[in-house]
C-alpha cells in the first residue's frame, strides 16, 4: 500500500497511525486491525489471487498488470458496486487509482484476467478511518461480506472517534487475532432487524 510518505509498504509493514491511499485522492490514518496474523506462526489461510490488466494497449499512466491476493469474503470495487473477491471472474472490471506525476491521483478500470486460489500464512485486515484502501493500485473496502458495511462501519465508529482523539488502537492490539464474537453477533442481529 502506498503511505502519506509517497513509499510503499507491506501490509504486515503497517502500524496504527500510518496513512494510506484511500481511492479519495487522499490518505487514511488505519485505526485498528480486525486481523493482523503474521509471523512463522501465523496460520495459513486460502485467498483469491485476482491478476488484472489494463483494458487496452493505450499508453497509460497505469502499470499495465498487477496481483491482488485477498480473503474469499473480502469486498473490492468492481465493475461499480462491491462484490466479495470470491464472485469475482476473468473479464470483471477493477478500480486503478493512478498515482500523476504532479502528485495527484486518477482512477481507471482494469480487467481482471484470471482468478486462482492460493494457500498463504498470515493474514492483515487494517481498517483506515475513510473503509477503504488502495492495495497494489486496486481499490478495496477494509470490510468482507461476513458483516454488512454500514454495520461493520457503524459498529467500528466509537474506535475511530477514539481515534480521532488518541491517535492510538483505541483497543491496544485486543483485535489483532481477529474480531471478537459479540461484534459478529451484534452485526448479525442488526442486520436481521434492518432487514
Not at 485467498?47 to 490488466?53: E, G, M, S
Not at 485477498?70 to 473477491?85: E, F, G, M, N, Q
Not at 488502537?169 to 474480531?179: M, Q, T, V
Amino acid at each position: 500500500v502506498r503511505v502519506r510518505s509517497g513509499s510503499w509498504v507491506r501490509m504486515d509493514e503497517l502500524q496504527i497511525g500510518d496513512e494510506v491511499a484511500d481511492g479519495s485522492g487522499g490518505f487514511s490514518p488505519v485505526h485498528t486491525f480486525s486481523h493482523r496474523e503474521i509471523g512463522a506462526g501465523a496460520p495459513v489461510h486460502t485467498f483469491v489471487k485476482v491478476t488484472w490488466r489494463t483494458l487496452d494497449d493505450r499508453p497509460s499512466n497505469s502499470v499495465s498488470s498487477g496481483e491482488l491476493v485477498l480473503t474469499p469474503s473480502h469486498l473490492v470495487y468492481s465493475d461499480s458496486k462491491l462484490r466479495p473477491a470470491r464472485e469475482l471472474r476473468a473479464g470483471d472490471r477493477l478500480k486503478q487509482e493512478l498515482l500523476l506525476r504532479d502528485g495527484t491521483t486518477s482512477h481507471e478500470l482494469v480487467q481482471i484476467a484470471e482468478v486462482s486460489r492460493v494457500r498463504k500464512r498470515g493474514l492483515v485486515n487494517p481498517h483506515t478511518q475513510s473503509g477503504d484502501v488502495v492495495v497494489n493500485g486496486i481499490l478495496a473496502s477494509c470490510y468482507t461480506q461476513t458483516v454488512h458495511t454500514q454495520v461493520a462501519h457503524a459498529l467500528l465508529a466509537p474506535l475511530r472517534l477514539l481515534f480521532s482523539f488518541l491517535r492510538v488502537d483505541a483497543l491496544g492490539g485486543a483485535l489483532d487475532g481477529s474480531l471478537p464474537l459479540w461484534i459478529y453477533s451484534s452485526a448479525r442481529a442488526l442486520r436481521a432487524l434492518s432487514a
